[in-house]
């Protein structure tokens, strides 16, 4: 301290105070000007963006008036220091001790004439201590505060009742009202330059993090501890007291003051860092290492320097928005928007980030998000309080998030879990085989993989969080996009900008749904082929994907023939998760056939009953929703708000296309009788699914690879052999629930065979052989449904595979088309052997079984009937009612078996 | 001795003259606020009724509609009174100091100790609006 007093000479901290106590006063008569104290925070912004004169003279106020409280507790422990005693009048020096408080008062009052959110949490802190004074606390806070959002009286006091009193109390204490000239001069450049480099803190409004002022941070520590509030006023009040009794006790109590003071000034240092570097939002405590640090802590310290370059011509025009930000200022023209994201409405701030409050490119372009949206920022895009927290809050849960069945399936196929069913997710990727083998393969497509490039959505794209659905280009954004890739000299990108909207296409889903269960190209009618790119015909039944998979025409699905979109069916829960971890993708999906082709009562909710995201897309979607009735799924109760029931009638509509569909019945075939009432309407109506066999996996660690979920290129990759791919009528099998079986479609999951050795050199000849059936949604839904020897004399539907059955003296013979795979000794397609039963690891769903060998002998008895008697013959028709009886009326010449 | 008694007596009269007039001062200015208070006080405040959403942050208020039960909370955190502006799976969040609330209102995490106030409030179904009463 001696040291610094040698170099200060006469500048002691008392004379640096006075003189930072005076650029303080000069220039806060000066930021009066422009300051507006009926709309506070819309003319500091007014200034930050368009005025830097009275940007800078409001950091010059902001800069003289931290540092004259530095310098005011520097010379208070100064004084402290000293070994003798320089005692003044006590009337004085009581004035003095409480002028501490009211140097802190002057301070806070500063703090919320900010206005920004900080300020109007800052002031009900305020106004809440206040009342907890005895007696007077409703008098000092009406009178001094005010009512909230009222800024008046808190200006009047910050410039006049509490500058006046510091103003007295100095003087009366320094016997001067002028500093030193050189003291002043200094301090006066000091402030200039720092002014200059660092702009005054105000707080975005979007991010969540709530600070009061640095001085006040220790504090907020300490109140985040206490409950009891009133303690923090004996606190304040300990502090003065200890300070008043400092030169007038004996030399005890002096000593027991300084010691008292240093340890509770050093705790409240130490509190005062924590609370500014180690608490986030919500005053979280958080690690400089934990994710989301620089968010929730570094960004609310930024600070940028003045520029004075600000164009005269810049100007926000005629628009009356509140939300002034300087990005506008430039790119005023753009065009493109959906009215809900139109900048007019929310700012480019909350979507991009940046800095909204300077002209300056650099400084304005720096810590922006260029593609918004991706899961890592979406919290503070999307997701913000204003926008759509509940969204990006459950968004985790999303399957498509999570990749939760993808990954338990693959580790159960590589025999590192014990069922496929856990729970997991795709942060959980270690270095095994089977999540080397994700790596490799698989996980890209989850919504978590960022989108790194602007531009469209195409067949390509994979991931890209809340963009990868509602990301829109039309012709001239794309092009304008493409350009601006290609090195184009056109500025045509800064023109248009993408529309973010409800518009999801088929598209959107395309570029992840056309691989592995392929329910995108399957609804559309393509079928993958083992086809390369040169033995492609040139012909329209031919479609070439991703510049190299090559797909066959099938025949879609008869809701694509109709124009329905996949959103039409799946919504936003189904979607986005509803904020339940699910395993599979059947657990989470929610819509089924039978929502919208019931029979009986239809499942409704009224308009006024609708939770609040259904309500707010229906009524955007749709326009007035009130008086409406809507169909609801069976699942969990799930508004379908592109339907209404009105006067008998269920209609749909098409949420991208606005047409109007009668929703019918389902045909009286399909709730005939009672021996199809476990027969799902997929298993019917499927027209057919793609299904891939023999394919073979082994470990290349030459080969060029990427880790998917790093999306980082390296040395060494899985390798997939495929095998065969096929098309027809899907396989049945039985999904079991606690209380029901469901009949439903089934196609070869994994039937693989994999090369541990490969991957792990130590494991000699170990090779893993799996015959897995999965579950399928094939998406090629037909409005005639199977005839029912597809299904009851068809080896494919019972899990044989492809083949022949033929009857020879009452007994069934299956010949099959494809050889036993000598690992098994199952043909290649089968599920089960004729009339077997599966061993070991047979289905990727726990509850998924094929059908039993009674049962597999039931489905036949009746298949070997229609041999003869065709569907619609009488006999058939009256089987389905009571199929026991009809056999006991068997004629003679009736084939019998089992 | 006269005199010191005399002065001694003008000493305490001035003062007592002094307190007099401070607590006069005092009293008329705590009046003065009462009936400021009272005279610009908001007795209710009429808000969009949102049905459809199950928490809805409006004025200084929390609306919660909780299968169609309504409820009106106070925004203001029982701890300090920051305006509670968040909500985490059902959680009422207050940013200031980490207190969360139940959306009973009951404090689930500290500091806060008391639960938010419940507020009064009648229903026009008509125009879809709320009146709470402040």
């Given at each position: 301290m001696k040291k610094i007093n040698d170099i200060l000479g006469k500048n002691t901290y008392g004379q640096i105070s006075l003189a930072l106590l005076l650029i303080c006063i000069i220039s806060g008569v000066v930021l009066a000007?422009?300051?507006?104290?009926?709309n506070p925070l819309q003319s500091i912004k007014g200034m930050l963006i368009l005025n830097p004169y009275a940007s800078f003279i409001r950091n010059v106020h902001f800069w003289s008036a931290q540092l004259f409280l530095v310098f005011t507790l520097i010379h208070i422990w100064d004084y402290f220091a000293k070994k003798e005693k320089i005692k003044s009048k006590k009337g004085i020096w009581l004035r003095l001790s409480i002028g501490i408080l009211i140097i802190f008062m002057a301070m806070l009052t500063g703090f919320l004439l900010k206005a920004d959110s900080d300020s109007l949490q800052a002031f009900r802190i305020l106004e809440s201590l206040t009342l907890k004074?005895?007696?007077i606390g409703n008098l000092l806070a009406s009178s001094f505060?005010?009512?909230?959002?009222?800024?008046q009286l808190i200006y009047i006091h910050h410039i006049a009742t509490l500058t006046i009193f510091i103003s007295i109390i100095t003087f009366e204490h320094?016997?001067?009202?002028?500093?030193?000239s050189q003291t002043f001069i200094w301090s006066s450049l000091f402030i200039i330059i720092i002014s200059y480099f660092f702009t005054a803190p105000l707080h975005?409004?979007?991010?969540l993090t709530v600070k009061g002022p640095w001085y006040f941070v220790g504090f907020q520590e300490v109140l985040h501890w206490l409950?009891?509030?009133?303690t923090a006023l004996i606190i304040i009040l300990i502090f003065l007291i200890l300070i008043y009794i400092f030169p007038y006790g004996g030399r005890k109590l002096s000593f027991f003051s300084k010691r008292s003071l240093l340890i509770l000034s050093l705790a409240y240092l130490l509190l005062t860092i924590s609370g500014m570097f180690l608490r986030g939002e919500n005053w979280k405590w958080i690690w400089p290492?934990?994710?989301g640090y620089s968010t929730s802590v570094l960004e609310t310290y930024k600070s940028w320097k003045v520029d004075f370059?600000?164009?005269?011509?810049?100007s926000f025009g005629d628009s009356n928005s509140?939300?002034?930000?300087?990005c506008i200022l430039c790119?005023?023209?753009?065009?493109?928007?959906?009215p809900s994201h139109n900048p007019e409405a929310v700012g480019c701030f909350s979507c991009h980030?940046?800095?909204?409050?300077?002209?300056?490119k650099k400084a304005s372009h720096?810590?922006?998000?260029?593609?918004?949206?991706n899961f890592s920022n979406a919290n503070r895009s999307c997701g913000t309080t204003n926008c759509h927290p509940e969204i990006t809050n459950r968004k985790n849960s999303s399957l498509m998030s999570t990749l939760s069945g993808m990954i338990s399936v693959d580790r159960y196929v590589f025999n590192e879990?014990?069922?496929?069913?856990k729970l997991t997710s795709v942060?959980?990727?270690?270095?095994?085989a089977a999540d080397e083998h994700l790596k490799n393969m698989?996980?890209?497509?989850?919504?978590?993989?960022?989108?790194t490039e602007t531009g469209p959505i195409t067949e390509k794209s994979r991931g890209g969080g809340c963009?990868?659905?509602?990301l829109n280009h039309d012709a001239i954004t794309a092009t304008a996009s493409f350009n601006h890739k290609n090195n184009?000299?056109?500025?045509?990108y800064l023109k248009y900008h993408p529309s973010i909207s409800m518009?999801?296409?088929n598209n959107h889903c395309?570029?992840?749904?056309?691989?592995?269960?392929r329910i995108s190209t399957n609804y559309e009618g393509w079928h993958e082929t083992t086809l390369s790119v040169d033995e492609m015909?040139?012909?329209?039944?031919f479609r070439l994907i991703e510049e190299s998979r090559v797909f066959t025409a099938k025949s879609d699905d008869v809701h694509h023939k109709l124009?329905?979109?996949?959103?039409d069916c799946h919504n936003s829960y189904e979607l986005m998760g509803d904020g339940n971890l699910y395993a599979h993708q059947e657990d989470q999906?929610?819509?089924?056939?039978?929502?919208?082709?019931?029979?009986?009562e239809p499942n409704t909710i009224a308009a006024e009953n609708l939770d609040a995201e259904s309500a707010i897309i229906a009524s955007m979607r749709f326009g007035e929703i009130i008086g409406k009735r809507y169909l609801k799924t069976k699942?969990?109760?799930?508004?379908?708000?592109n339907t209404e029931y009105k006067n008998d009638t269920a209609y749909f509509y098409g949420k991208n296309s606005l047409k109007k569909y009668i929703l019918t019945k389902p045909a009286e075939i399909c709730t005939k009788?009672?021996?199809?009432?476990?027969?799902?309407c997929s298993a019917c109506h499927s027209a057919w699914a793609p299904s891939c066999i023999g394919c073979h996996n082994e470990y290349d660690e030459n080969e060029p690879g990427f880790?998917?979920?790093?999306n980082i290129e390296k040395n060494g990759s899985w390798v997939e052999y495929v095998g065969e791919y096929n098309a027809h009528a899907p396989a049945l099998g039985i999904r079991k629930s606690d209380s029901s079986q469901e009949i439903i479609p089934v196609v070869p999951g994994m039937v693989l065979t994999i090369d541990m050795s490969s991957f792990?050199?130590?494991?000699?000849?170990?090779l893993i052989f799996q015959r897995l059936f999965a579950p399928a949604s094939?998406?090629?839904?037909?409005?005639k449904g199977r005839d029912c020897k597809s299904c009851h004399y068809n080896p494919i539907a019972l899990g044989y595979g492809q083949g022949e059955f033929s009857l020879l003296e009452n007994e069934i013979y299956f010949n099959s088309k494809y050889q036993n795979n000598?690992?098994?000794?199952?043909?290649?397609?089968?599920?089960?052997?004729f009339l077997g039963e599966p061993k070991g690891k047979f289905s990727t769903r726990s509850n998924l079984v094929p059908f039993s060998i009674e049962q597999q002998k039931n489905i036949l008895k009746v298949g070997v009937c229609l041999t003869c008697h065709e569907d619609n013959s009488d006999v058939m028709q009256k089987s389905l009612y009571d199929f026991k009886t009809i056999l006991k009326k068997q004629n003679p010449r009736c084939i019998e078996v089992y | 001795m006269y005199s010191r008694v005399k002065k001694y007596n003008r000493r305490i009269f001035l003062k007592s003259v002094v307190a007099g007039i401070s607590i006069a001062t005092l009293f008329v200015w705590d009046k003065m606020v009462i009936t400021n208070k009272k005279n610009s006080q908001v007795k209710y405040i009429t808000l969009a009724l949102?049905?459809?959403?199950?928490?809805n942050f409006a004025d200084n208020f929390i609306i919660i509609n909780n299968e169609g039960k309504i409820k009106v909370l106070s925004?203001?955190?029982?701890?300090?009174?920051?305006?509670?502006n968040e909500s985490k799976q059902d959680n009422l969040l207050c940013p200031c100091h980490g207190s969360s609330f139940n959306l009973d209102g009951s404090?689930?995490?500290?500091?806060?100790?008391k639960p938010l106030e419940e507020k009064d409030f009648t229903i026009d179904k008509a125009n879809n609006t709320i009146t709470i009463i402040v």
């Amino acid at each position: 301290m001696k040291k610094i007093n040698d170099i200060l000479g006469k500048n002691t901290y008392g004379q640096i105070s006075l003189a930072l106590l005076l650029i303080c006063i000069i220039s806060g008569v000066v930021l009066a000007i422009p300051y507006d104290v009926e709309n506070p925070l819309q003319s500091i912004k007014g200034m930050l963006i368009l005025n830097p004169y009275a940007s800078f003279i409001r950091n010059v106020h902001f800069w003289s008036a931290q540092l004259f409280l530095v310098f005011t507790l520097i010379h208070i422990w100064d004084y402290f220091a000293k070994k003798e005693k320089i005692k003044s009048k006590k009337g004085i020096w009581l004035r003095l001790s409480i002028g501490i408080l009211i140097i802190f008062m002057a301070m806070l009052t500063g703090f919320l004439l900010k206005a920004d959110s900080d300020s109007l949490q800052a002031f009900r802190i305020l106004e809440s201590l206040t009342l907890k004074v005895p007696f007077i606390g409703n008098l000092l806070a009406s009178s001094f505060l005010g009512e909230e959002g009222d800024f008046q009286l808190i200006y009047i006091h910050h410039i006049a009742t509490l500058t006046i009193f510091i103003s007295i109390i100095t003087f009366e204490h320094s016997r001067k009202i002028w500093p030193i000239s050189q003291t002043f001069i200094w301090s006066s450049l000091f402030i200039i330059i720092i002014s200059y480099f660092f702009t005054a803190p105000l707080h975005d409004g979007l991010n969540l993090t709530v600070k009061g002022p640095w001085y006040f941070v220790g504090f907020q520590e300490v109140l985040h501890w206490l409950s009891s509030t009133s303690t923090a006023l004996i606190i304040i009040l300990i502090f003065l007291i200890l300070i008043y009794i400092f030169p007038y006790g004996g030399r005890k109590l002096s000593f027991f003051s300084k010691r008292s003071l240093l340890i509770l000034s050093l705790a409240y240092l130490l509190l005062t860092i924590s609370g500014m570097f180690l608490r986030g939002e919500n005053w979280k405590w958080i690690w400089p290492w934990d994710s989301g640090y620089s968010t929730s802590v570094l960004e609310t310290y930024k600070s940028w320097k003045v520029d004075f370059n600000t164009s005269d011509t810049l100007s926000f025009g005629d628009s009356n928005s509140n939300n002034k930000e300087s990005c506008i200022l430039c790119h005023s023209d753009m065009l493109g928007f959906t009215p809900s994201h139109n900048p007019e409405a929310v700012g480019c701030f909350s979507c991009h980030g940046g800095n909204p409050y300077t002209t300056n490119k650099k400084a304005s372009h720096k810590g922006m998000e260029l593609i918004p949206g991706n899961f890592s920022n979406a919290n503070r895009s999307c997701g913000t309080t204003n926008c759509h927290p509940e969204i990006t809050n459950r968004k985790n849960s999303s399957l498509m998030s999570t990749l939760s069945g993808m990954i338990s399936v693959d580790r159960y196929v590589f025999n590192e879990q014990d069922n496929p069913d856990k729970l997991t997710s795709v942060d959980d990727l270690r270095n095994t085989a089977a999540d080397e083998h994700l790596k490799n393969m698989c996980v890209v497509c989850h919504l978590d993989n960022e989108k790194t490039e602007t531009g469209p959505i195409t067949e390509k794209s994979r991931g890209g969080g809340c963009l990868a659905c509602h990301l829109n280009h039309d012709a001239i954004t794309a092009t304008a996009s493409f350009n601006h890739k290609n090195n184009s000299k056109s500025n045509d990108y800064l023109k248009y900008h993408p529309s973010i909207s409800m518009q999801v296409t088929n598209n959107h889903c395309f570029g992840c749904h056309s691989r592995s269960g392929r329910i995108s190209t399957n609804y559309e009618g393509w079928h993958e082929t083992t086809l390369s790119v040169d033995e492609m015909p040139n012909t329209p039944e031919f479609r070439l994907i991703e510049e190299s998979r090559v797909f066959t025409a099938k025949s879609d699905d008869v809701h694509h023939k109709l124009g329905i979109d996949c959103i039409d069916c799946h919504n936003s829960y189904e979607l986005m998760g509803d904020g339940n971890l699910y395993a599979h993708q059947e657990d989470q999906r929610v819509i089924s056939c039978e929502d919208c082709h019931f029979d009986g009562e239809p499942n409704t909710i009224a308009a006024e009953n609708l939770d609040a995201e259904s309500a707010i897309i229906a009524s955007m979607r749709f326009g007035e929703i009130i008086g409406k009735r809507y169909l609801k799924t069976k699942q969990r109760d799930i508004p379908l708000i592109n339907t209404e029931y009105k006067n008998d009638t269920a209609y749909f509509y098409g949420k991208n296309s606005l047409k109007k569909y009668i929703l019918t019945k389902p045909a009286e075939i399909c709730t005939k009788g009672t021996a199809h009432d476990n027969v799902s309407c997929s298993a019917c109506h499927s027209a057919w699914a793609p299904s891939c066999i023999g394919c073979h996996n082994e470990y290349d660690e030459n080969e060029p690879g990427f880790d998917m979920q790093k999306n980082i290129e390296k040395n060494g990759s899985w390798v997939e052999y495929v095998g065969e791919y096929n098309a027809h009528a899907p396989a049945l099998g039985i999904r079991k629930s606690d209380s029901s079986q469901e009949i439903i479609p089934v196609v070869p999951g994994m039937v693989l065979t994999i090369d541990m050795s490969s991957f792990n050199k130590q494991l000699h000849d170990s090779l893993i052989f799996q015959r897995l059936f999965a579950p399928a949604s094939p998406h090629t839904t037909a409005s005639k449904g199977r005839d029912c020897k597809s299904c009851h004399y068809n080896p494919i539907a019972l899990g044989y595979g492809q083949g022949e059955f033929s009857l020879l003296e009452n007994e069934i013979y299956f010949n099959s088309k494809y050889q036993n795979n000598p690992n098994d000794g199952l043909p290649e397609d089968a599920w089960i052997n004729f009339l077997g039963e599966p061993k070991g690891k047979f289905s990727t769903r726990s509850n998924l079984v094929p059908f039993s060998i009674e049962q597999q002998k039931n489905i036949l008895k009746v298949g070997v009937c229609l041999t003869c008697h065709e569907d619609n013959s009488d006999v058939m028709q009256k089987s389905l009612y009571d199929f026991k009886t009809i056999l006991k009326k068997q004629n003679p010449r009736c084939i019998e078996v089992y | 001795m006269y005199s010191r008694v005399k002065k001694y007596n003008r000493r305490i009269f001035l003062k007592s003259v002094v307190a007099g007039i401070s607590i006069a001062t005092l009293f008329v200015w705590d009046k003065m606020v009462i009936t400021n208070k009272k005279n610009s006080q908001v007795k209710y405040i009429t808000l969009a009724l949102q049905t459809n959403k199950k928490i809805n942050f409006a004025d200084n208020f929390i609306i919660i509609n909780n299968e169609g039960k309504i409820k009106v909370l106070s925004s203001r955190c029982t701890h300090l009174g920051c305006k509670i502006n968040e909500s985490k799976q059902d959680n009422l969040l207050c940013p200031c100091h980490g207190s969360s609330f139940n959306l009973d209102g009951s404090p689930i995490k500290g500091p806060a100790i008391k639960p938010l106030e419940e507020k009064d409030f009648t229903i026009d179904k008509a125009n879809n609006t709320i009146t709470i009463i402040v």
